[in-house]
């Protein structure tokens, strides 16, 4: 399973962003998956998740703002983030799971300026 996130760079507060996170080696319509995001000195926090059905489920900070969305032709999810804030900076990662293991991509920084 490898899981290739991209999409990330600075961007000013107000401003959109899109990540996409295309996976591998998994049947990707049958997976949900998740954007996760680690700020620095805090842990990891879940941002957004997807089902294979596309359900989703946001966090509290980033409902209204951030749209997470699939596309199960080309493998790929994508979180596309809208009147982004400072506290949105942070290094960005999708992840699912495959057989009762965690795969992570290998994360995509996003820096929004003030």
């Known amino acids: 399973v490898q899981l290739q996130a991209s999409g990330g760079g600075l961007v000013e507060a107000g401003g959109s962003l899109r990540l996409p996170c295309k996976a591998t080696?998994?049947?990707?319509?049958?997976?949900?998956m998740e954007w996760h995001r680690q700020a620095p000195g805090k842990e990891r926090e879940l941002v957004a998740r997807i089902t294979g059905d596309s359900g989703t489920d946001y966090a509290e900070p980033v409902k209204g703002r951030f749209t997470v969305s699939r596309d199960n032709v080309r493998r790929t999810m994508s979180l596309q983030m809208n009147d982004v804030i400072p506290e949105d900076t942070g290094v960005y990662y999708c992840?699912?799971?495959?057989?009762?293991?965690?795969?992570w991509g290998q994360g995509t920084q996003v820096t929004v300026s003030s």
């Open positions: 080696g998994i049947n990707f319509k049958l997976h949900a």
């Open positions: 992840k699912t799971e495959w057989r009762g293991g965690n795969y």
